[in-house]
């Protein structure tokens, strides 16, 4: 019964520790703006971010980066994932929710397919 129950207290402080972390690392992640390249690849891939108010830019570019650490994009039928598509696809899709608590919670992974005529 005492290993069942300090197994039970270990198993509680490991999920509180991970909910922590875990918290820490998206405001992390939210509060830290693009790079001048990945700004300048947003810039010319994406026109719209160029007309956006610059009070959600700051917004924008954390969403960007938190949908970046979370979505694994992979390309079928040797479609290659440029730093390009990635930063293209995830600028779109949180300018979606850049001014919401929205979020895409359980997306995790964005197929890419080529084209066939």
């Not at 610059?54 to 980066?65: A, F, I, T």
């Given at each position: 019964m005492l290993i069942f129950l300090g197994l039970s207290i270990l198993g509680i402080a490991a999920l509180g520790y991970r909910h922590i972390t875990t918290k820490r690392r998206r405001a992390n992640l939210l509060s830290t703006p693009l790079t001048a390249a990945q700004r300048t690849m947003v810039?010319?891939?994406?026109?719209?971010?160029?007309?956006?108010?610059?009070?959600?830019?700051?917004?924008?570019?954390?969403?960007?980066?938190?949908?970046?650490?979370?979505?694994?994009f992979i390309g079928c039928d040797g479609v290659e994932i440029t730093e390009d598509m990635r930063l293209s696809i995830a600028v779109q899709a949180c300018l979606l929710v850049v001014?919401?608590?929205?979020?895409?919670?359980?997306?995790?992974?964005?197929?890419?397919?080529?084209?066939?005529v």
């Open positions: 810039c010319n891939g994406v026109p719209l971010y160029n007309t956006l108010p610059q009070d959600l830019r700051s917004p924008l570019e954390g969403k960007v980066n938190l949908f970046l650490n979370q979505v694994e001014n919401r608590e929205l979020w895409y919670t359980n997306l995790r992974t964005l197929l890419r397919l080529s084209r066939r």
